[in-house]
């Protein structure tokens, strides 16, 4: 993969990290002051991660399938027309979301390691439909013929990006304690605030590098 592939892939992975959902989850669960905090947590975010890697990987193949099916001089033209008509598309929408709806976050009924593992499947649900880097990330992958043995490790990589500010802030939290509760419940609150002001950003975002690629 070629250096400005390679900074493309890493911008929208950074963007990834904006998921209001996986960081709610994630304070919840600290300042819930629950014990095992770091296994629910470890098992919530695996979920969540496991989740997404499959999902890459049943898109790659299943583009990459596509394309051989069409083997034709054209198809890239095809994939690369398709994927700026996208980031267009995405330009467009992103300002017309309501920055002022906000977004329920899930929240586990119980502390059992199955309920926290059903919301890292709902997250899952709720985020993908929207994680529009994820999937410009793989068209892009796809438009360039990046060969498995570089899109496999990744999408694990990209996946270890997306939950990495989760991972962060259990840190933060484990080494400051009760310093940290003030600031984090004020984000918990910022995220359900602002939840859909950050997906328009991210559109807006992704449209631009979509454009941008394709041109």
């Not at 963007?15 to 470890?42: C, E, H, K, M, W």
């Not at 993908?128 to 068209?139: H, K, Q, R, S, W």
Request: with cysteine; charged share 10%.
């Amino acid at each position: 993969m070629g250096t400005e592939l390679l900074l493309y892939l890493g911008g929208l992975a950074l963007l990834d990290t904006l998921s209001p959902t996986i960081i709610g989850v994630t304070l919840y669960l600290l300042l819930g002051n629950q014990p095992r905090t770091a296994s629910r947590l470890f098992v919530y975010l695996s979920t969540v991660a496991i989740l997404y890697v499959v999902l890459g990987i049943v898109m790659m193949l299943g583009f990459t399938s596509i394309l051989d099916a069409f083997s034709s001089l054209t198809e890239h033209v095809i994939v690369s027309r398709t994927l700026f008509a996208i980031g267009v598309i995405l330009f467009i929408a992103s300002f017309f979301i309501p920055t002022n709806k906000k977004r329920t976050i899930p929240l586990p009924k119980t502390e059992s390691l199955l309920s926290i593992t059903i919301i890292g499947l709902t997250t899952f649900l709720i985020e993908a439909g929207t994680a529009f880097p994820y999937f410009a990330a793989i068209g892009l992958m796809t438009s360039e013929g990046v060969p498995l043995y570089l899109w496999l490790p990744t999408l694990i990589i990209y996946t270890f990006i997306m939950v990495l500010p989760a991972i962060l802030i259990f840190i933060g939290y484990r080494l400051m304690g009760k310093w940290l509760e003030g600031p984090l419940e004020k984000l918990r609150l910022k995220l359900a605030e602002h939840s859909n002001s950050a997906l328009s950003w991210v559109m807006c975002i992704v449209g631009v590098v979509l454009i941008l690629n394709t041109i």
